[in-house]
């Protein structure tokens, strides 16, 4: 399709000599990395960052499955079970996803928007090195008297309330200081979109990357806050005497649950949103087409956002909620189907009569799409309140969110890693070793969750270190592929050092051939300093 | 204001947005949040006095940086390297910070809301709980406020007459006074925007005292705390957390204050003071509706 004037490699080369003089990257670890205000070096950091919280989620995922490659207690104590699934929980979630996204907003929408950077640089630091802190004081309390977390990512009350251990306090802060963290970074991204556009760059014309974020972004903004205010009601109940969640006091468990899921559902959608606008970039690109139906796209996207603020309820479908409440919360949550749907239609209708390559980011692109379609439709089961009392609490539940998170949203973050990779580095990346990084983590993600639908449906619970003999074959089968997909990851580790390491073809300016976009209008590695006067958009 | 940005936009075409160098300001915060949380996390958990050390520490360093960054983005102000692209970018990253904070309060709000209408109802026996009512607590009698809880916990309600309407009064007043340095500021006329700026610090000071008055005669007198049920609870919690930015805001408006005296600010180029009477604004409509939903109603 296009054959922008940008992607001769020689050219690019000796734009990029050019451009080292005038890159100025400071001098030393300290001011290069830690007084940076540099949104690719910050954007670096994040992604680096969230891929060591992933290598040490996924180690507590393998401690999760040694445990329960067998019925009986194998290994660990029952307590330390409950902390291993609650901080693998918290660390995907605020650990690995979200940070892995911020990392992927930094880098690319200042490039993408035509911005010389994020709007405010020195607080999209601050945003970042909060993190590492803030992670610091989650982790130090597995090595505490009385141990860590150990209610579940989800702290639900009085789990996390009256029968948590004194370390519940750190849980807290620490919950406080991602909350800060997130907040400051979505503002950034909000403000930097919507303020420092180049000129010309109208909104119907930001890449779905960009519109996918700015949505996330206002429902991060929206909602953090509010997990703020429930995790300060657990601290006040735990410590200082109050009873929101007690019902002696004239609280109310239920409404802990209520508080925390109006958080914890925008939260699911601002993990997944941002992959949407990645595949609606890769999706075009390998398939030397256009994307279609761009306007539906990004009002598909605004009507997910809406939609995620009045469905919190279906998380909540055996507390004894009125009927009519249950009703409303099924039928809102079976309209977000509406919605995905379209976005699904549209990629695969992208793909359609295209000239279709698969490089490894295409791959996970296609895996994505297959296999989050697969956890929307356990979702829309779950989403059928009578239904749902069966498969409440169940493995079901956890092959669906697992099916959308790890199949959707890190199969995401992987497709745009090497898509984005040769932009990064300037250096292509090992296509053999990646293809076997996507053929084994495709083999084994599966083998890991979906016998987890039939577990769920034959009644075994979730966050249960023991289970009943009827269980242990598929158990010990999850468990194995459960290996395998960790080992698997491995392999992008050694994919990407390589890469950063300079190992590999040099990457020309733009090593898609059917890609659009700002990013590929610069040489590989993108200079230190994009865009310092904006560039003009036709 | 994202209206007026589109509008603008195309004016500055070739103006080079100004993205600071390092700053060693982000990763002096970052420590001072961690000492902090550590320190409250730790002294709160049960791990010692000691702790409350660790934890002031953090707060002087949090104090530090404040200094330190504020200082270097009104050098930079100052010095003329602000366009007006940046000015807007401030704004809106003010504005999001409010609507922040709107829900952060929004979350205590819901509490109240839903303890009212549904919490409490249900444990009196009303829906499809009577049996809740029955086998738990057959005497409770669902009322708001409750003076009773379900556990026999018992307390007073705070009537909305007498020092909460005064505080009303005095932070609406304060809104008007705080407008007027405002409107004065971008006519030129300072020594009206010292006045303006002074008295909003002043009414700012009496509303926390009054408040305070209002928790010791609360603690002392009418047996209503923390933790004497979900009334007080949320009592505390809500107007708490709207002292404790009152208590920023009359900070920031005395540092206002103080920048006013040394001549800063212009009537085209105030954004700091703009950001500041915003934040006083939006407190100012938080306690209202605490007056109404809290108190009165």
Redesign the interface.
Known sequence: MSTGSASNPLVSDADEHIHEGHDHKPKGFLARWVYTTNHKDIGSLYLLFSFAMFLTGGAMAMVIRAELFQPGLQLLEPNFFNQMTTVHGLIMVFGAVMPAFVGLANWMIPVMIGAPDMALPRMNNWSFWILPFAFSLMLMTLFMEGGGPNFGWTFYAPLSTKYSPDSTALFVFAVHLMGISSIMGAINVIVTIVNLRAPGMTMMKLPLFVWTWLITAFLLIAVMPVLAGVVTMVLTDKYFGTSFFDAAGGGDPVMFQHIFWFFGHPEVYIMILPSFGIISAIVPTFSRKPLFGYASMVYATASIAGLSFLVWAHHMFTTGMPVAAELFFMYCTMLISIPTGVKVFNWVATMWRGSLTFEVPMLFAIAFIVLFTIGGFSGLMLAITPVDFQYHDTYFVVAHFHYVLVSGAIFSIMAASYYWLPKWTGYMYDEGLAKWHFWCSLISVNVLFFPMHFLGLAGMPRRIPDYALQFANVNAVVSLGGFAFGLSQLIFLVVVIKCMRGKGERAAAKPWEGAEGLEWEMPSPAPYHTHTTPPEIK | M?ST?SEQ??TE??E??Y?????????V???G??LM??G???W???GGDQYSWVLFLGSVVIIFMLFG?FGNVITESMSGMYSA?MD???R??MS??I???I??F???F??LF??RT???P??GGA??NAM?HEV?WPQFQAHWP?VT???G?TTTAMPWQGLPLANTIILLISSVTLHFAHINLERGLRTQVKLGLGLTVLLGCIFLFLQAEEYIHAYQEMGLT??S?????TFF?LTGFHGLHVTLGTIILFVLFCRVLKGHFTPAQHFGFQAGSWYWHFVDVVWLCLFVFVYIL
Not at chain 2, 19 to 27: H, L
Not at chain 2, 229 to 233: M, P, Q
């Open positions: 994202s940005s936009h195309s075409k070739t080079a947005y993205v600071p160098s390092q700053s060693i300001w982000p990763i915060g970052a420590v949040l961690f949380a550590f409250a996390a730790r709160i958990g049960g960054w692209q807007r970018s401030f809106q990253g999001w910070f609507f922040s904070e829900m952060f929004l979350a205590f819901g509490a839903y303890a549904i919490a409490v249900w444990l829906g499809n809740t738990l409750l809880t379900p556990g916990i923390l933790s049920g979900l009334y007080g609870n919690l």
